[in-house]
């Protein structure tokens, strides 16, 4: 006697990389099929591997056929009792087709004589038949079970199914019932185990969703201890005592998603109109009080220039160690030569900004004999953004 009040398959369609969640129903409720687009597995003439998952309760004599619409072709599908050949297999306790070992069946050949750990299947034209005629599923009861269509070893094919060649919406019938005595033809369906999804093949339903993010990336010149835009840079008077100073800061914003690099390039010395020149530091990366000597120092550690000498006490900012050796005696600090006209690197990042900042200090000293004069340079920055 076959269970009137049983439960049938809740049927999930998807390509095998992908994973749904699994609804319990009884037999008062529609079933219900989920189709989960792929953009390759749903594409026209692909071959991919199909899972058919659910959950419901199995019995011995039950069957379940899969109607594929006739433009798919199945002419290069296997059905075998050897496991590493048969492109049909069932997984119990999986909706995903992932069983391994004692979990995972595979079909035979309709026409072949039932094995005890084997169930009979045939392709119908398009239709296929899969009969649980093994008393095992008697013993299974409520659970989670899925279908495996995957190509295997059959010399010289590539397919287990192919998708139609032409775009379009197919009907995929499912249907669950019990095996009658006449034509399989002419068997009943259970109303609760007979459903009709769409398979969307070719992209036909698709809507591709765009957007733009324009690039940004602003470089600003700004006083040392606030977003107020400078283009200057005053030393002042100098004696040949004190090391002089001066500060400013580059603000950078960028959306570029690698970061940016920032480069300074002066158009030379640091010299008079007549041609005299204020050397530039040594080549030791400092400057000394009492010595003629002229250079830069960056609070970026990022680009492997020079530092700004942390000599505040408690630690001030960078723009404050700026300020600091310009006001007090400190008799050495590092600098380095930026007489070059070539780029050089100050300062760089490897993810986006809204507001990075490099502070920039200049130093000088000079000696009884540096000759009189108003010494300018010009400093140009640039920035790159690595989008």
């Not at 399989?184 to 185990?193: L, P, R, S």
């Not at 400013?248 to 390039?265: E, F």
């Amino acid at each position: 006697m076959k269970k009137s009040n049983k439960r049938y398959f809740l049927l999930i369609f998807l390509i095998i990389f992908f994973v749904l969640p699994l609804d319990f129903i009884d037999s008062a409720e529609a079933l219900v099929v989920t189709v989960t687009p792929s953009d390759t597995g749903f594409d026209t003439d692909a071959t991919p591997s199909y899972c058919f998952g659910g959950v419901g309760s199995m019995d011995a004599d039950d069957y379940i056929v899969i109607k594929f619409p006739s433009e798919f072709d199945l002419s290069g599908f296997l059905i075998s009792d050897t496991e590493t050949e048969s492109e049909l297999e069932v997984h119990i306790g999986t909706g995903n087709c992932d069983a391994t070992g004692v979990n995972k069946r595979v079909f035979e050949d309709a026409t072949a004589d039932d094995e005890t750990d084997r169930d009979p299947a045939e392709l119908d034209g398009n239709d296929l038949y899969m009969y649980f005629n093994d008393v095992y599923w008697d013993s299974v009861g409520f659970s989670t079970i899925s279908f495996y269509f995957v190509d295997k070893t059959d010399a010289g094919n590539t397919q287990a199914v192919k998708n139609p060649s032409t775009a379009d919406n197919y009907p995929l019938i499912f249907a669950q019932g019990v095996q009658g005595t006449g034509p399989k033809e002419e068997w009943t369906y259970d109303q609760n185990a007979h459903i009709v999804q769409l398979i969307y093949i070719g992209g036909l339903n698709d809507i591709n969703i765009s957007a733009n993010v324009e690039p940004v990336l602003t470089l600003s010149i700004v006083e040392k201890d606030s977003d107020t835009p400078t283009t200057s840079c005053a030393l002042g008077t100098f004696d040949d005592e004190n090391i002089n100073t001066c500060v400013y800061r580059t603000k950078i914003v960028t959306n570029a998603s690698a970061g940016y690099t920032t480069y300074l390039v002066s158009d030379g010395d640091l010299r008079t109109p007549g041609g005299d020149v204020l050397a530039a530091e040594g080549g030791d990366d400092s400057i000394s009080e009492g010595a003629e000597e002229y250079g830069l120092a960056v609070s970026s550690a990022s680009s492997g220039f020079v530092q700004i000498d942390d000599v505040t006490t408690p630690a001030g900012s960078d723009y404050a160690d700026c300020d600091y050796i310009n006001d007090n005696d400190v008799s050495s600090a590092s600098f380095a030569d930026i007489s070059d006209t070539n780029d050089l690197a100050i300062g760089s990042s490897v993810v986006a900004t809204d507001g990075d900042y490099i502070t920039l200090c200049h130093g000088a000293s000079i000696t009884p004999t540096t000759k009189a004069g108003s010494y300018s340079q010009v400093i140009t920055i640039t920035l790159v953004g690595n989008f």
